[in-house]
């Protein structure tokens, strides 16, 4: 059987400006991409599922017995790159907001079986290849097994109602709300219930540091006004999106280089989405600004001034007096 998975597609990842993210939910054409080692060419006819290691039942599936024999959730989630792997503590402030579509995860673990001494979850991407002279046959990552309590864990073949694009990771990507967005491996083509976690160059090397890349920091963004933007005297909107991995508390902004800082509105939280945050400033004086925020969650943990990948926005806008 031909299985044309060796050609890797070309295209550079694409980036989205904080004040092109302004829809509540995100379309994906105004999407990021990111594809470590390349796109994937990938055939539905050749295409499947591989379940295997710790399970009673190690089993393959195609597309039609993911899409048929599981039932259907949506999750409205978050999506947040954790940012470039050589340079982790620099915000890269790609986010956006999206509605899976797919099975649970837990339903097709179910079918097969768990093995008592199963601790982690191993997922493979189709893709490989090199990645800044490392080399890496498999894009594989992985996730405690104890994160499926939540229930939200999923094998996604929609985004936004319609079927993954191949950017995206069509036929199937692994989603979990509320992980940076490089636990979610697309071009999914296995799973392996494994004791141990999984030995690969983005768990290791990258990814790892000082801990593993896994629950989403609070963060907040602010989307309007841009950086740069030249705004009259009189009443300046700010608004962005604001998301952890748990519920955002509050974000507080501010006008004068976070000298002092006010309470933004804030908007609740839908399943794992991203909250909005608004404030309306009056400014009378010309002259820059430089505009900042800052989230709080629920469990209480904020956003760093320095040296991180989710340290505080903040960007210099010009008001003029005409
Ligand atoms: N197989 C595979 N999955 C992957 C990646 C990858 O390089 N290969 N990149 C990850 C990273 S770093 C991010 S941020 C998200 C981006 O998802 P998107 O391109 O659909 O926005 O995909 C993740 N899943
Ligand atoms: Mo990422």
């Known amino acids: 059987m031909s299985k044309n998975y060796m050609g890797i597609l070309s295209g550079p990842p694409t980036y989205k400006r904080p004040d092109e993210v302004v829809d509540p939910i995100t379309p994906a054409s105004k999407l ?21 290691g710790l399970v009673h039942n190690p089993t393959v599936f195609d597309f039609d017995a993911i899409k048929d024999d599981f039932e259907k959730v949506t999750i409205e989630s978050v999506l947040k790159c954790s940012g470039s792997p050589r340079t982790p503590t620099t915000p890269t402030r790609q986010v956006a907001n999206v509605v899976w579509g797919g099975a649970l995860l837990s339903d097709v673990l179910r079918r097969v079986g768990i093995h008592g001494d199963a601790a982690f979850l191993w997922s493979f991407g189709l893709d490989h290849g090199e990645f800044f002279g490392h080399r890496a046959d498999t894009y594989v990552k992985d996730m405690p097994l104890s994160r499926l309590q939540r229930g939200d864990v999923m094998l996604a073949y929609e985004l936004n109602g319609e079927p993954l694009s191949l950017a995206n990771g069509f036929p199937l990507r692994l989603v979990i709300p509320g992980y940076y967005g490089t636990n979610n491996v ?38 309007a006004p841009a950086k740069n933007a030249r705004l009259p005297t009189g009443v300046v909107e700010v608004w962005g999106w604001s998301w952890s991995d748990c519920e955002i508390r509050q974000v507080e902004v501010s006008a004068d280089n976070g000298k002092s800082w006010v309470m933004a509105n804030l908007e609740p939280r839908r399943q ?6 608004s404030h309306a400033f009056r400014i009378d004086e010309p002259g820059q600004l430089k505009l900042a925020c800052r989230a709080t969650d629920i469990e209480g943990r904020e956003q760093p001034e320095t040296d991180a990948r989710n340290k505080y926005h903040s960007l210099t806008i010009e008001v003029t007096d005409n």
């Open 272 to 277: 794992q989405s991203w909250q909005r945050f």
């Open 186 to 223: 697309k071009w999914l083509k296995r799973l392996t219930l494994a004791p141990e976690r999984a030995k690969g160059l983005f768990t290791t090397t990258f990814y790892d540091e000082p801990t593993t890349v896994w629950e989403v920091a609070p963060e907040s963004m602010i989307v």
């Open 32 to 52: 990021f991409i990111i594809a470590h080692l390349g796109v994937p060419k990938v055939s539905i006819e050749d295409w499947s599922l591989t379940v295997d």
